[in-house]
């Protein structure tokens, strides 16, 4: 852990030093809530008299990444106090050892979809931290209560960024137990102020992170709508032709091929060029079977992108949705490398969006005239936003999935936040 500590503002010291029933820390990005929140949970874990808690994140990767890994992760402030593990019976757990060298266990599960209560099924624990709550399924939220019925020192521990404000974390739950003044619960709304660690510099690093709603989100700390054009912040600055192109980038660059396919949907291949730094969008390949009055199969599909890759002379990866499985076994018997895409959509999109506002992205102005069409009318379904169930419209979205899968699927984080 680092040695030049900042203290910790009185907010954070407040939510640490009041945990009740439910404790939830919402707020912007690196404003100190997750840290208040870890120092809550590594009190009450250790000063309970109870042996068994739970602890989820969206999935076990980002738990790991977000509270118990990195310099302020558990791992770090308890240092030889804390162990991470796979048990006997194949579980993820946190070990944590107290002064009175009792150790506690923390079970720790992923919740990314409707599916994932089953995980927590038959778990009994005395309380239970959540990470990104927003971003787990409500029957798993359901299901990790259930899990602390029976405890004498039930508690548990919620962290957030602001999401839509008739997203059902708050409709259900947050905005529910404030109204009803809910014994032992707290909630507390971090800014970037909160967090006295961080410079003046990195805040403003931050900002040129986030753009749009992400931006009133993630750095102002606001719970709103998703409305709107998308990509609003694409521009001229996002587009190249032949003669500004970087000298030898096609020679020199890394080269994909991101596909989204589709039969009675549209079928679309990008051509792109990595070189590190700038995503070059090169050219693209769309076909329409509701437009061209026909559907083409696997196989014809699997010819055209021989003669899109410059008629098999030059192969590359391709970036495939996955669930794809006919046209991907297609290209794999073409002797054509597949990497099965991440097809995460809101992360996808404000991961896309933050490169977009950086020019990382750029796009062939006539070659790629379609996806420049699409980037300008690609908006929010702001019916199912007022539903709260954020998603896009599905409408000229074909070629902006294709380019999200590339974005979540082959870039490192350093990239979309350096």
């Known amino acids: 852990m680092s040695q030049h500590v900042k203290p910790l503002s009185q907010k954070a010291i ?104 089953t995980k927590a099924r038959g778990l009994t624990v005395a309380g239970w931290y959540a990470d990104e709550v927003n971003l787990q399924p409500k029957s798993f939220i359901e299901e990790a209560f259930r899990r602390t019925l029976v405890s ?72 709103c709508l998703a409305e709107g054009v998308i990509y609003d912040m694409f521009n001229e600055d996002n587009t190249y032709d032949d003669t500004t192109m970087p000298e030898d980038l096609k020679r020199l660059a890394e080269r994909y091929i991101a596909v989204d396919y589709g039969t009675t949907n549209p079928c679309v291949f990008l051509d792109i060029y990595d070189d590190g730094d700038t995503i070059w969008v090169d050219d693209e390949y769309y076909w329409d079977s509701k437009v061209q009055g026909r559907q083409k199969t696997d196989s014809e599909y699997g010819i055209d992108m021989l003669k899109f890759m410059n008629n098999g002379n030059a192969h590359c990866a391709v970036v495939c949705d996955p669930s794809a499985a006919s046209f991907i076994a297609e290209l794999k018997s073409k002797d054509i490398y597949v990497v099965p895409a991440d097809n995460t959509v809101i992360e996808g999109i404000r991961n896309t969006s933050t490169l977009i506002a950086k020019r990382k992205i750029k796009v062939h102005r006539t070659r790629c005239s379609g996806l420049i069409k699409d980037a300008g009318v690609y908006s929010w379904d702001e019916k199912a936003a007022i539903l709260g169930n954020e998603k896009p419209v599905k409408n000229n979205d074909h070629r902006l999935d294709a380019l999200r899968y590339y974005v979540m699927t082959i870039l490192a984080n350093w990239r979309i936040n350096e």
């Not at 909630?187 to 749009?212: M, V």
């Open 14 to 117: 407040n939510s640490i030093a009041n945990a009740g029933y439910l404790n939830v820390w919402e707020g912007a990005v690196r404003s100190a809530k997750t840290v208040a929140s870890t120092l809550a949970w590594i009190v009450y874990v250790t000063k309970s008299r109870e042996k068994y808690f739970l602890m989820t994140g969206k999935t076990n990767a980002t738990l790991y990444r977000n509270v118990i890994s990195g310099d302020f992760g558990l791992l770090s402030i308890l240092g030889d106090k804390a162990e991470y593990k796979t048990d006997s019976e194949g579980n993820r757990v946190l070990l944590i050892t107290n002064d009175n060298n009792e150790v506690k266990t923390c079970y720790c599960i992923g919740g990314n979809d409707e599916r994932s209560f």
């Open 152 to 223: 004498t020192d039930r508690k548990h521990f919620w962290t957030l960024n602001p999401d839509n404000p008739n997203h059902f974390i708050y409709t259900d739950f947050i905005d529910k137990y404030e109204q009803e003044q809910l014994q032992g619960f707290y909630l507390w709304h971090f800014t970037l102020d909160d967090n006295y660690a961080i410079s003046a510099e990195r805040k403003e690093e931050l900002k040129r992170q986030y753009t749009g709603i992400f931006y009133r989100r993630f750095i102002l700390g606001e719970r």
